[in-house]
């Protein structure tokens, strides 16, 4: 594993580290350009500007690893609340949620993650909306999965992720390539052992390529994360390939990074879906995303000097 990747990843669980970057004077402007706020009013005001700008929005309250009842029943709450103001704004169209199942209750218990799921299953489709289960470390992706499935009997439009740092992948994004399957494609943010993960960058750039031939040979329908201008255009060139107009596969991309680059496709005729992360739990979330791939902290430098 990258060094710097280890120690960003260490850092994201560190009390002190976390003490001296929340007080950094301009840690308030690293968060204010990634995260939309801590508030609910703050994340549609971000939702609503970016709908305006022609782009789409997945809405992610932030927290994980949840060890309290209570601490998982304030999350649902948050996304009842956010998904009835998204209605009420007319933005539900346009904006789904994610959601990280250790944060309504996975650690606890499997079925109470899955009662709280479904609970954010009913207000989404209520607000005429959907879901995405957002997949965490190794150790959950079984359980995250069998989830999935269960949402999916009622709710067959829950989205799915799939990390291509993994091995097991490319196998489950064959399974989960068939009609009216949501997929989301990344590349992963955690630290794992190179049993189950792929150590160098290469291989794992080269099974995302693979994952992505395989969703698109599929009859569902792909979301493409990543910034990699690369992989971006691997992207559109294979879906030309497997025959994919725009608009039966997104890009999605997270709040702050290459949003120029967002808009551009989005011009383009592409949907173009932004990842905003919003709540008081924002610096694992900024620390993982600089972990995921080192490089993303030249951007979020960059982001800094410039508002492009």
Known sequence: MNPLRSLILAAARNGTIRRLVATAPVSRDVVRRFVAGETTADAVAVTRRLVQDGLTVTLDYLGEDTTDTAQAERTVQAYLDLLDRLH???????????????????MLDEDLALAN???????????????????????????????????????????????????????????????????????????????????????????????????????????????????????????????????????????GIRPDEQLRLAQQGHTVRVYVPFGEEWYGYLMRRMAERPANTTFFLRALATRG
């Open 117 to 255: 799921a479904k609970r954010i299953c009913q207000a989404a489709e209520a607000a005429g909306t959907t879901v995405t289960l957002d997949m965490e470390d190794h150790t959950t992706t079984d359980s995250t999965l069998r989830v999935l499935a269960e949402l999916r009997r009622t709710w067959p439009w829950v989205g799915a992720v799939l990390q291509t740092y993994l091995h097991r992948t490319l196998d489950d994004a064959k399974r989960l390539s068939a009609e009216g399957s949501r997929v989301r494609l990344c590349k992963g943010a955690y630290k794992e052992p190179e049993t189950v993960a792929f150590a160098d960058k290469t291989e794992v750039d080269k099974s995302y390529v693979r994952c992505v031939n395989a969703l698109l040979a599929g009859d569902g329908y792909p979301m493409f994360a990543t910034h990699d201008p690369r992989l971006v255009r691997i992207v559109d060139e294979r879906a030309e390939a497997h025959g994919r107009k725009p608009g039966s596969f997104e890009h999605q991309m997270l709040y």
């Open 88 to 106: 009420a704004e007319g933005l539900a169209d346009h904006a789904e949620v994610s959601v990280k199942l250790s944060a309504v209750g996975q």
